[in-house]
């Protein structure tokens, strides 16, 4: 198995750190999660194919330790599971040289993303180009402080706004190509963890970013074996 395959998929739903915990289902030579943020902010969705394990439901309490723990490891190694009947005690990794063994954690601990039900009609969908999304990147590295982003329509002219307020203040304006608008009001998102949903999916040539009047947003990669979809929820605007 591929080690960098692996740290990947781990990367797309770990997000930096804003998911930490997460149960992973592998099946048919496919591995998957749910996942939600401890903010509650973001609802992901994350699939990679040609991998091949056995079937299991794994419990990743830790997944800051278990990214130590790999770092160890060269880039090939083998993935095995220590199980107790039906349940997934610990996994075991090994390189041609070393191994590693990481306590795998009861999922009933494991928070467990709501199922998305009466999703609302997206009115706005904005093309991220690979140019969009390494502004947006850049945007928010260079207002390190700064938590929120505004997305602002016209129904003509859209613009993703870093550091938007009725006031002054420093921020990054981005415009934005649509292929469908409307005019809605503007809606405010988690910035940092926008900002780490892009960093873990720029490898992507081209992803559609949706937007609902309603106050939730999609946005969906697809690249190689994987396949991610991603759900923000609206923060309130205090401006």
Same mark, same amino acid.
């Given at each position: ?21 997460? /149960? ?101 969908? /904005? ?113």
């Amino acid at each position: 198995m591929n080690k960098q395959k692996l740290t990947r998929f781990i990367s797309k739903y770990y997000l930096n750190g804003f998911v930490n915990s997460v /149960i992973l289902n592998s099946n048919s030579n496919k591995i998957a999660a749910r996942f939600i943020s401890a903010d509650k902010t973001l609802l992901g969705e994350l699939e990679m194919d040609k991998w091949p394990f056995e079937d299991a439901e794994v419990g990743i309490y830790s997944t800051d330790q278990f990214l130590k723990l790999l770092g160890v490891l060269d880039d090939d190694i083998n993935v095995s599971i220590k199980k107790s009947g039906d349940k997934s005690i610990s996994l075991k990794v090994t390189d041609a040289l070393s191994a590693v063994n990481y306590m795998l954690s009861d999922t009933s601990i494991i928070s467990k993303p709501p199922v998305m039900k009466n999703i609302p009609n997206f009115q706005l969908k /904005i093309e991220m180009t690979p140019q969009i999304m390494n502004k947006f990147i850049s945007g928010k590295g260079a207002l390190s402080e700064t938590d929120n982003f505004t997305v602002i329509t016209n129904g003509t002219d859209t613009k993703l706004v870093i550091g938007y307020s009725s006031i002054s203040t420093n921020r990054v304006t981005i415009p934005v190509i649509t292929t469908e608008s409307t005019d809605i009001n503007n809606i405010t998102f988690n910035a940092n963890i926008f900002k780490e949903v892009l960093s873990a999916n720029k490898e992507c040539e081209s992803a559609v970013f949706e937007v609902s009047s309603e106050g939730l947003s999609k946005i969906i990669f697809n690249v190689d074996d994987y396949s991610s979809t991603y759900y923000l929820v609206a923060i309130q605007d205090n401006d």
